[in-house]
């Protein structure tokens, strides 16, 4: 159906812009009172109503990027986006960009409807995890005859994993019966829910939050201080000796 024959819309013509008849010279037939113009075949048409066997043009929908705006995978994971475009005649075409770029390698299938003129087109995307940017924007533009401009949708890529996280404590090396601050900073996707402080395996239940503040002593030295940070993929758990002299 990418050949059906149509037409982009025109506005209705007016008393100043209604087609003119032309005549074709070659075609003048000379008689004794008068001379008659016989024109070509279609020469009469106004440009304005469409051809014979024609019908307009119609643009797609706006494209859809299914499970837009927003779309969420797990680190490691591959991306698949699936874009549809429907109701056009003749059937859009979609491309798919990125930073203004075209992405190549996606694939189409087209759907004609009832009415066997106007089609849908659906387009699968795929791109490999180490091709994918947390925060990226990815676009799908549709056009046809009636729309060579295009019409575009687009998602946001959200890269999500658990809770990566390091422990560093200061000062140290330290004296015992001094204090020391230990702080567990995590980068997560989504969001932490809860820190969990321990020593030697023991909760330790004043403390909250990314710090621990604590007075240490020789146990700190092979006793080692914990922290598991958890969102909603999961734990990540992280444990620190201190360097502690003794008095």
């Known amino acids: 159906m990418d050949g059906a024959e149509c037409f982009e819309a025109m506005p209705s013509p007016t008393s100043t812009n209604v087609a003119k008849p032309l005549c074709d010279p070659t075609s003048i037939l000379q008689s004794n009172t008068s001379s008659l113009c016989k024109t070509a075949p279609g020469a009469l048409e106004d440009r304005h109503h469409p051809p014979r066997g024609g019908s307009p043009c119609v643009p797609p929908d706006d494209p859809i990027i299914m499970g837009g705006p927003i779309i969420s995978l797990r680190a490691g994971d591959p991306l698949n986006l699936t874009c549809h475009a429907d109701n056009a005649k003749p059937a859009a075409s979609i491309i798919w ?15 004609l409807l009832r009415d066997g003129k ?14 994918i940017e947390n925060g990226e924007s990815i676009v799908c533009r549709a056009t046809n ?34 204090t020391v601050k230990f702080h567990c900073s995590a980068k997560a996707n989504p969001a932490v829910t809860q820190y969990r402080w321990a020593k030697k395996g023991q909760v330790i239940k004043e403390a909250s939050g990314d710090f621990y503040e604590t007075i240490v002593d020789h146990t700190f030295f092979f006793e080692p201080v914990s922290c598991e940070v958890t969102n909603a993929l999961g734990s990540t758990n992280i444990s620190r000796t201190v360097d502690v002299y003794c008095k």
Not at 118 to 131: G, H, K, N, Q, Y
Not at 153 to 173: A, F, G, K, M, R
């Open 145 to 178: 005859k009636a729309i060579p401009s295009g019409k575009e949708t687009s998602v946001t890529i959200d890269i999500q994993h658990p809770p990566l996280v390091n422990l560093s404590v200061e000062p140290q090396p330290v004296l015992e019966d001094n």
């Open 97 to 111: 960009m990125r930073k203004g770029e075209v992405i190549n390698g996606a694939t189409y299938s087209k759907t």
């Open 118 to 131: 106007r089609e849908s087109i659906m387009s699968t995307l795929f791109i490999a995890p180490s091709d």
